[in-house]
């Protein structure tokens, strides 16, 4: 251990010893000799580690004009690191250099190229280590993977009614029967608060932008060698510009699921997401979030009583339905009550398809064969008269014998 009293002398130690003067005492070594091929100082017992060590632990111990003149010291010397400002010596002295000529030569060989692009940060339009970027992807990505959205208003919910509402609401989904063979979908429907513009970008990123017309391009790897690379992701410059360029012409616009979702996306929102088209769940939901009956009634109070707590009828009241996103197509209020009215779900609307389509194919059959049978019958009379009329005779003779 260094003694308290040193603190002069090490600082006047170490500034010789960044000159690449050689240094006389009990600490550092008296010749470059005394350095061993692997950089470490052997000087008085003392190792290399145990010198930096000393050199962090003693600046509480030094009088304060001594921290200062070391603490001036590191900091002329320009190098980031303090065990490198301890350690490593200036790029002028050569004896006391602890980096040998072949791996300085090896590290120049890994220097990477100046258009050199990292595989997993491409470039980017956007900052992509801010929040608002990780939630543009995250929206974009939603967006893209739920194929039921309800778009909700609210206005200012405490965390205590946001709570009683979930609670309310999978206690709701959770009672809905799941068909056989069907995948149970009640822990994946969630309601989730959103930031406005950001969702807004994202909806317009998913409804104008499209990754399959971006033009693949090439890529430096860190060995300078060119691969071809495409740069499609939310935040790449071609999606910037397709969103740009879509948003000009707003009679085009207006008549896009965008433009219809637009004018909702206004104050807080909040959406519930559902990753299928189920009118079942659908319809659990709007009994909870939006009821109207008879369709979507309310829970019985003393079925569910936790219903009407007040917490509970608090948060809702401030909670307003006003559209939704379906199948990538806008609906309003009366839209998703018909989606959510649909009897048995998607099994009952297949069975109403295959029953139309049944119906339909007997009913065409049915007119083609009697057009056929009134042809025929039409045929066969028009036959008898042509016989009759090219044997009169046969039938005359026919009449007398019946007459005697």
């Given amino acids: 251990m260094i003694p308290p009293r040193a ?3 090490v600082v006047s130690a170490f500034r010789h010893w960044r000159r690449g003067a050689k240094i006389s005492g009990t600490l550092f070594a008296s010749s470059p000799a005394a350095i061993t091929g692997t950089g470490t100082y052997q000087s008085g017992g003392l190792t290399e580690r145990e010198i930096v060590h000393s050199f962090h632990k003693m600046s509480l111990r030094l009088s304060r004009p001594a921290v200062r003149g070391l603490g001036s010291a590191i900091k002329s010397s320009r190098i980031s690191s303090r065990s490198a400002a301890l350690l490593v010596p200036s790029t002028s002295t050569s004896a006391f250099s602890t980096v040998s000529p072949q791996r300085a030569a090896a590290a120049g060989h890994l220097r990477l190229p100046d258009d050199y692009v990292p595989p997993t940060q491409p470039p980017s339009a956007r900052p992509v280590d801010t929040r608002k970027s990780q939630l543009l992807r995250t929206y974009t990505s939603m967006l893209r993977s739920t194929p039921l959205m309800l778009i909700f208003q609210h206005n200012n919910l405490t965390a205590v009614e946001w709570a009683a509402i979930r609670r309310e609401l999978s206690l709701a989904l959770s009672n809905v029967p799941v068909p056989e ?58 999606a910037w510009k397709a969103v740009k360029e879509a948003t000009k012409n707003t009679e085009a616009v207006e008549k896009t699921v965008y433009g219809q979702l637009a004018p ?33 009634p309310a829970p019985g109070r003393k079925k569910n009583p936790g ?17 939704g996103r379906i199948e990538g197509k806008a609906f309003d209020y009366d839209g998703i009550k018909w989606v959510g009215g649909i009897e048995n779900g998607i099994e009952g609307l297949r069975a109403q398809l295959v029953h139309m389509l049944q119906s339909a194919g007997m009913g065409l059959t049915s007119v083609l064969e009697g057009a056929g049978k009134s042809l025929w019958l039409t045929m066969e009379s028009r036959r008898s008269v042509l ?18």
């Fill in 7 to 9: 603190g002069d002398r």
């Fill in 181 to 238: 063979g069907a995948p149970d979908i009640t822990s994946k429907i969630h309601l989730q608060i959103v930031r406005t513009r950001i969702f807004d970008v994202a909806l317009k990123t998913v409804e104008f932008f499209d990754p399959s017309t971006v033009e693949p391009t090439t890529a430096t790897t860190a060995t300078g060698t060119k691969v071809p690379a495409t740069y499609n992701h939310d935040l790449s410059k071609h």
């Fill in 264 to 296: 909702l996306l206004v104050g807080p929102v909040a959406i519930l997401t559902l990753p299928s088209v189920s009118p079942a769940h659908l319809g659990a939901a709007l009994s909870i979030l939006a009821p109207s009956p008879p369709a979507f």
């Fill in 307 to 323: 219903y009407y707590d007040l917490t509970c009828q608090s948060g809702l009241q401030k909670l307003l339905l006003v559209g």
């Fill in 387 to 404: 016989e009759e009329e090219q044997n009169p005779k046969k039938e005359s003779e026919g009449e007398e014998e019946k007459k005697e």
